[in-house]
């Protein structure tokens, strides 16, 4: 008699394509067989097939743990369904999908790979790996593996969608507008379509077609929350104010809670002279986010943003106290005693930043300042020399350590910091501008000269180092006309710096050209009053044009404002005055 065979397990091998042979390998051992002539028990080894069936056995036990909810217990019968059936690209990818559900992105990523090999034209697993890949950050081999679906299923929106967003995080904008021109031709009416446009016109500064784009997406949804931000956001960048004021109003008409549009909006309305709106705005804020919270940061910026220093204070001091470990907030918040005089309270908090803070070096630049400025320059010094020690990464700190030499006129000790960070920043132009400068402080024309062209060679538009060639030129004398060539690029690019203006006066006056000199240096000096060496410069030209009385007064002038080298200045007063005593030059 043969044993009764469940229900369930009869189903479940007709609908996975068992054969009714496999089903009788469950019952009792065969009957006893002959053996050559004699009567003997003997049983037959267990076929392949037994163990297929209790894959597919645990596959249903799995299949009803998963209609249940049960995720761990679905997990636990398709590990064994696996175990006896370790090569069925079904159950990995299977495997692969519950793992992700689950959110083991690593281990579906393996089973979905083993489920693509073992079926490498599969396009559901081919989908399945795409998706773990983007899940997990590997956006090439995600891309790679959607274009390959693509071809097979070109109407696939979902994954032309994805496609799209991948290759605007990989700025890949020409590859992401072709496949949103595709998904727009299929479906006139995707919202997310014209919404990604927008994006990536943006990214792209291409302001008007992302403006038409965005427009389109609010026409479909005019309600769309990133499609409203992005707009104003793009009015913002181009400076239209008024518009960016109405949409972010517009925004938070649909989204109150909106806080970050609430802290653009104050922005907006500081630019457009309505304060009013912009501190009621920020009143809006404060009932929108609770004391001491960390929402409540980006107002305590926008105060101190805008001259409000001590509501700044209170701000940030709430959220330090309530969290003491948010670094940015600290960093804030010391930088707004910093700019309430309150030095003491200032370097309390930028000292307490820690090292493995984003905020550790700015916050080292600061004491470093603040003790420099207190006339405390070698406590800065060690300040600057314990925070490149830690971190060469940031250029700034070797400038302003070569910045206090230099200001001691330790110009060798400054050249040795600016060389040092050169050897980790080789193409820093910051760096090798500063090295030019204080090479030819410490006398070194040439040195700084191979200097500047360096910087030039880096940034052909550096203005700074085009004048300083021709402003070194000029002073000695030498290849004035190539002088003048530089600096009339380096005015191009900087046309309201008295310095540079003030260079080409001094070439003038250099080639003798004593009208066309003083036409540039009175305009030098309107630009830069307070500059003793254009005041000098404005003396020797009116000298040279016997405006004596003029020359004297730029003379006297360069003097107070404590030129560099007062005795040369004493001499030409002294010079000037016997010629207004006398009359005889």
Same mark, same amino acid.
């Given at each position: 008699?043969?044993?009764?065979? $469940?229900?369930?397990?009869?189903?479940?091998?007709?609908?996975?394509?068992? *054969?009714?042979?496999?089903?009788?390998?469950?019952?009792?051992?065969?009957? &006893?067989?002959?053996?050559?002539?004699?009567?003997?028990?003997?049983?037959?080894?267990?076929?392949?097939?037994?163990?297929?069936?209790?894959?597919?056995?645990?596959?249903?036990?799995?299949?009803?743990?998963?209609?249940?909810?049960?995720?761990?217990?679905?997990?636990?019968?398709?590990?064994? *369904?696996?175990?006896?059936?370790?090569? *069925?690209?079904?159950?990995?990818?299977?495997?692969?999908?519950?793992?992700?559900?689950?959110?083991?992105?690593?281990?579906?990523?393996?089973?979905?790979?083993?489920?693509?090999?073992?079926? $490498? &034209?599969?396009?559901?697993?081919?989908?399945?790996?795409?998706? !773990?890949? *983007?899940?997990?950050?590997?956006?090439?081999?995600?891309?790679? !593996?959607? &274009?390959?679906? %693509?071809?097979?299923? $070109?109407?696939?929106?979902?994954?032309?969608?994805?496609?799209?967003?991948?290759?605007?995080?990989?700025?890949?904008?020409?590859?992401?507008?072709?496949?949103?021109?595709?998904?727009?031709?299929?479906?006139?009416?995707?919202?997310?379509?014209?919404?990604?446009?927008?994006?990536?016109?943006?990214?792209?500064?291409?302001?008007?077609?992302?403006?038409?784009?965005?427009?389109?997406?609010?026409?479909?949804?005019?309600? %769309?929350?990133?499609? !409203?931000?992005? %707009?104003?956001?793009?009015?913002?960048?181009?400076?239209?104010?008024?518009?960016?004021?109405?949409?972010?109003?517009? %925004?938070?008409?649909?989204? $109150?809670?909106?806080?970050?549009?609430?802290?653009?909006?104050?922005?907006?309305?500081?630019?457009?002279?309505?304060k009013n709106k912009a501190e009621r705005e920020m009143e809006n804020i404060k009932k929108l986010s609770k004391p001491g919270e960390p929402d409540r940061q980006a107002l305590g910026l926008l105060y101190l943003r805008h001259g409000k220093v001590q509501e700044s204070i209170n701000e940030l001091s709430l959220i330090v106290s309530a969290w003491p470990k948010d670094q940015k907030s600290r960093y804030y918040l010391a930088t707004a005693y910093e700019e309430q005089g309150n030095i003491e309270k200032a370097l309390e908090h930028f000292r307490k930043i820690t090292k493995d803070s984003p905020y550790y070096i700015p916050s080292q630049l600061h004491i470093a300042y603040l003790l420099d400025e207190d006339g405390k320059t070698d406590e800065a010094i060690e300040v600057l020399k314990q925070a490149i020690s830690i971190d060469k990464s940031r250029p700034e700190l070797f400038l302003m350590l070569a910045g206090i030499y230099e200001t001691q006129e330790k110009y060798s000790k400054a050249m040795e910091v600016l060389r040092e960070g050169l050897k980790v920043h080789p193409k820093d132009v910051r760096l090798l501008f500063r090295l030019g400068v204080v090479l030819d402080k410490s006398g070194d024309k040439q040195g700084c000269i191979r200097k500047m062209k360096e910087v030039i060679t880096l940034d052909p538009n550096h203005a700074e180092a085009l004048n300083y060639i021709g402003y070194t030129y000029a002073e000695q004398g030498i290849r004035l006309d190539e002088a003048m060539e530089l600096i009339r690029k380096a005015m191009k690019l900087k046309p309201n710096s008295g310095y540079i203006i003030d260079s080409l006066g001094w070439v003038y006056f250099q080639k003798g050209q004593y009208r066309e000199a003083l036409k540039y240096l009175q305009k030098a000096a309107k630009l830069a009053p307070d500059d003793p060496t254009i005041n000098e410069h404005l003396g020797d030209a009116y000298y040279k044009m016997k405006d004596y009385e003029a020359s004297l007064d730029h003379y006297k002038k360069a003097l107070k404002l404590k030129h560099p080298k007062p005795d040369d200045i004493k001499e030409k007063i002294s010079k000037v005055e016997q010629i207004l005593k006398t009359g005889k030059n």
């Open positions: 008699m043969t044993k009764h065979i $469940p229900i369930i397990t009869i189903l479940a091998g007709i609908a996975l394509g068992i *054969s009714s042979a496999c089903t009788r390998l469950v019952g009792p051992p065969p009957p &006893e067989r002959q053996v050559g002539g004699q009567e003997k028990t003997i049983f037959l080894e267990p076929e392949i097939k037994d163990k297929k069936f209790a894959a597919y056995l645990n596959y249903m036990k799995y299949s009803l743990a998963i209609s249940r909810g049960d995720l761990k217990e679905a997990k636990h019968y398709l590990t064994l *369904s696996l175990e006896n059936d370790p090569d *069925s690209p079904y159950l990995n990818k299977k495997m692969a999908a519950l793992c992700k559900r689950m959110k083991n992105y690593q281990k579906a990523v393996k089973y979905a790979h083993k489920a693509l090999r073992l079926a $490498p &034209e599969d396009v559901q697993a081919q989908i399945l790996l795409a998706d !773990l890949y *983007s899940l997990t950050g590997n956006d090439d081999e995600a891309a790679a !593996l959607y &274009e390959k679906v %693509l071809k097979k299923r $070109p109407d696939d929106q979902r994954i032309r969608l994805i496609l799209t967003t991948i290759y605007i995080r990989q700025n890949h904008f020409d590859k992401a507008l072709t496949h949103l021109d595709r998904l727009l031709r299929h479906n006139p009416k995707l919202v997310i379509g014209y919404y990604y446009r927008g994006r990536i016109y943006l990214e792209m500064r291409r302001y008007q077609e992302a403006e038409e784009a965005y427009k389109k997406a609010l026409s479909l949804n005019e309600t %769309l929350e990133p499609a !409203l931000f992005e %707009l104003a956001t793009l009015y913002q960048l181009t400076h239209r104010y008024e518009q960016a004021a109405k949409t972010y109003e517009k %925004l938070l008409a649909a989204y $109150p809670d909106n806080l970050v549009s609430r802290e653009r909006l104050v922005e907006v309305y500081y630019k457009l002279g309505l």
